[in-house]
């Protein structure tokens, strides 16, 4: 039986949850907002300097070794130029790839990134394909970021122990593809894991962490029309035969599938 003391205390904290959450989105929305109207407003001097050199470029044609130093600003300011529309897009979502995404080639790529990285701290991954998945439908650059980010965490949750190991596991399932990255590390409270997806939410020390890796996820997943979450350690088990701290399970549907990761 609970009390009516009791239940005045579970709402009081239930209150102070939420008001922690809306602080942290608050400042998600604001942080958004500040970068892209700093991306919109550093744009506008960017335009300038490109059309500026595009005119001297265009007078100048005869002095060959100046022409090819103006053609050089002329590229540097268009790649400022998609950096900044890249930050402008940052809350938007962005082009899907055409074809198709072959998620294994995505996990490999992501796989490399960190090979230096899991080596210093003795982290030993490895990726196992499970059937033929097939490609999935996305912004490859969006889905890399995804992969990276599980890694991340996964050889930071290692690398406090010593070491440990990752499996990445992908598969074809329910008219897509899914893939799971596992750690032997000590996986998490299910008090403090509630909260995991929520951003700015860390319990990595200051200049660590920003808490901002899962929500981005989170966020990149859906806007995907995927899904992802955490996997219960007898999922875990089940999938791999044997123990391990911590897995995420990400699903995308296939090029023209919809569905979800079941
Ligand atoms: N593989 C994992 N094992 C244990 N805990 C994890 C794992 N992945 C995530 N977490 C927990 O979830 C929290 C949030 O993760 P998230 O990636 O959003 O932020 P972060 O890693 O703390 O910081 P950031 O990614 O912004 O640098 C982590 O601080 C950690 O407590
Ligand atoms: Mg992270």
């Known amino acids: 039986?609970?009390?009516?003391?009791?239940?005045i205390e579970e709402?009081?904290?239930?209150?102070?949850?939420?008001?922690?959450?809306?602080?942290?989105?608050?400042?998600?929305?604001?942080?958004?907002?500040?970068?892209a109207v700093t991306a919109h407003e550093l744009s506008q001097p960017l335009l300038?300097?490109?059309?500026?050199?595009?005119?001297?470029?265009?007078?100048?044609?005869?002095?060959?070794d100046v022409s090819k130093k103006i053609a050089i600003i002329i590229q540097q300011a268009k790649i400022m130029e998609n950096i900044l529309n890249g930050l402008k897009d940052f809350t938007r979502p962005q082009s899907y790839t055409p074809g198709g995404i072959d998620a294994q080639q995505v996990a490999a790529d992501a796989v490399e990134l960190f090979s230096e990285r899991a080596k210093k701290a003795k982290v030993d991954i490895s990726t196992e394909l499970s059937g033929i998945p097939p490609k999935?439908?996305?912004?490859?650059?969006?889905?890399?970021?995804?992969?990276?980010?599980l890694l991340s965490n996964a050889?930071?949750?290692?690398?406090?122990n010593g070491g440990g190991r990752v499996r990445l596991r992908i598969e074809p399932k329910n008219n897509g593809t899914s893939l799971i990255v596992a750690d032997t590390g000590d996986g998490i409270d299910a008090e403090i894991q509630k909260h995991i997806f929520e951003p700015f939410f860390t319990t990595k020390a200051q200049g660590e962490g920003t808490g901002m890796g899962l929500s981005i996820c989170k966020e990149i997943i859906e806007y995907h029309h995927g899904t992802i979450r955490v996997l219960e350690s007898a999922e875990l088990h089940q999938t791999f035969g044997e123990k391990f701290g911590m897995g995420f399970i990400v699903w995308m549907p296939a090029v023209s599938?919809?569905?979800?990761?079941g």
């Open 1 to 7: 039986m609970t009390t009516d003391a009791q239940r």
């Open 11 to 35: 709402l009081e904290q239930q209150i102070e949850e939420m008001r922690e959450k809306i602080y942290r989105m608050g400042r998600l929305a604001e942080m958004g907002k500040l970068i």
């Open 48 to 64: 300038g300097i490109k059309a500026f050199a595009q005119i001297i470029q265009r007078k100048i044609n005869d002095d060959k």
């Open 136 to 149: 999935v439908s996305g912004n490859r650059g969006q889905l890399q970021q995804v992969v990276v980010n």
């Open 155 to 160: 050889i930071d949750a290692l690398a406090k």
């Open 257 to 261: 599938g919809k569905k979800s990761d």
